[in-house]
T-cell receptor, first 118, second 110 residues
Framework: GAVVSQHPSWVICKSGTSVKIECRSL??????MFWYRQFPKQSLMLMAT?????????EQGVEKDKFLINHASLTLSTLTVTSAHPEDSSFYIC??????????????FGPGTRLLVL | GDSVTQMEGPVTLSEEAFLTINCTYT??????LFWYVQYPGEGLQLLLK?????DKGSNKGFEATYRKETTSFHLEKGSVQVSDSAVYFC?????????FGEGTQLTVNP
């Protein structure tokens, strides 16, 4: 199947700093990528939908100025957590949709990035 | 709106036992249905999918059948292994986004 990578896999930072997480689709082009947040032992919460060449669509309650998303190419989307605070510590997972048309589209997930803000 | 309800966990089984994880959904139209698996510390991996009623998705010994009449997509495996220990997520896609269930933790003991 298609592969989605994330970098870094984990990061520890000081409160107030910004952290950038990259998400790449390695063997397919993805016009749409998704960013999720997962708290321990909970399901995935969709934060935003990223469309190549346009502004991301954020879910209700997600601060767009805090979680900056850029989808500059068909294989790369980035999430920047600005001025991170301890409550931003979480597991962030990206996903990319393989555009095969109609019902055959499949969404593939990256391995996740664990962020710890001290 | 769309929703997915999964059987509450955690589920603990002995190796070679039969597994069923129930999943029911609420959606308008005809969604595609998925099972994803998440191993400790990792992201989600697509396990299987079904795109229309009566379709059966299967992979690695796991199966699930899209039952429109009961709005269900139960996951089954005839003989689980220790390596199947993970969290399993049922999901549906009715439009452009996936809706996930809460996840079911499965632990298989030797």
């Amino acid at each position: 199947g298609a592969v989605v990578s994330q970098h870094p896999s984990w990061v520890i930072c000081k409160s107030g700093t910004s952290v950038k997480i990259e998400c790449r689709s390695l063997d397919f082009q993805a016009t749409t990528m998704f960013w999720y947040r997962q708290f321990p032992k909970q399901s995935l919460m969709l934060m935003a939908t990223s469309n190549e060449g346009s502004k991301a669509t954020y879910e209700q309650g997600v601060e767009k100025d805090k979680f900056l998303i850029n989808h500059a190419s068909l294989t790369l989307s980035t999430l920047t957590v600005t001025s991170a605070h301890p409550e931003d510590s979480s597991f962030y997972i990206c996903s990319a949709r393989e555009e095969a048309g109609g019902l055959q589209e499949t969404q593939y997930f990256g391995p996740g990035t664990r962020l710890l803000v001290l | 709106g769309d929703s997915v309800t999964q059987m509450e966990g955690p589920v603990t089984l002995s190796e070679e036992a039969f597994l069923t994880i129930n999943c029911t959904y609420t959606a308008t139209g005809y969604p595609s249905l998925f099972w994803y698996v998440q191993y400790p510390g990792e992201g989600l991996q697509l396990l299987l999918k079904a795109t229309k009623a009566d379709d059966k998705g299967s992979n690695k010994g796991f199966e699930a059948t899209y039952r429109k009449e009961t709005t269900s997509f139960h996951l089954e495996k005839g003989s689980v292994q220790v390596s199947d220990s993970a969290v399993y997520f049922c999901a549906l896609r009715g439009g452009s986004r996936l809706t996930f269930g809460e996840g079911t933790q499965l632990t298989v003991n030797p």
